[in-house]
C-alpha cells in the first residue's frame, strides 16, 4: 500500500509565498518521480512541476521562475515552494506519485486573493 499525505495550503494574498509538503510512505522504489498537479475551477488537471529521484525537474511555464520543487529521498518527502503566487494560481494542488503504477494524495486548497 502507498499512501500520500499533503500538507502546507491554505490562503494567502496575491505576491505572498506558500510551501507544500507531500510523504509518500508504503513500498516507494527508489526510482520514482513526484510531482505536483493543480485542478483550478472548471479546467483540467495539470501538472505543475515535477522531480525525479535522481533530482531531475520539470515545471509548467506558467509557474517557473515563482516555484521550486525539491526532495527528501531518505524521508520520501517532495516540497513545493509556491512564491509570487497570483490569483489564477489558486486551486486544489494535488502530489503525485509515479513508479509502475501512479498514486495521487487526497489535494489541498490553495487560494490566492486580496
Known amino acids: 500500500q502507498v499512501q500520500l499525505v499533503e500538507s502546507g495550503g491554505g490562503l494567502v494574498q496575491p505576491g505572498g509565498s506558500l510551501r507544500l509538503s507531500c510523504a509518500a510512505s508504503?513500498?516507494?522504489?527508489?526510482?520514482?518521480?513526484m510531482g505536483w498537479y493543480r485542478q483550478r475551477p472548471g479546467k483540467e488537471r495539470d501538472m505543475v512541476a515535477a522531480?525525479?529521484?535522481?533530482?531531475?525537474?520539470n515545471y509548467a511555464e506558467s509557474v517557473k521562475g515563482r516555484f521550486t520543487i525539491y526532495r527528501d529521498n531518505a524521508k520520501n518527502t517532495v516540497y513545493l515552494q509556491m512564491n509570487s503566487l497570483k490569483p489564477e494560481d489558486t486551486a486544489v494542488y494535488y502530489c503525485?506519485?509515479?513508479?509502475?503504477?501512479?498514486?495521487w494524495g487526497q489535494g489541498t486548497q490553495v487560494t490566492v486573493s486580496s
Open positions: 503525485n506519485l509515479r513508479m509502475a503504477s501512479v498514486y
Open positions: 508504503g513500498n516507494i522504489l527508489s526510482l520514482n518521480v
Open positions: 522531480i525525479s529521484s535522481t533530482g531531475n525537474t
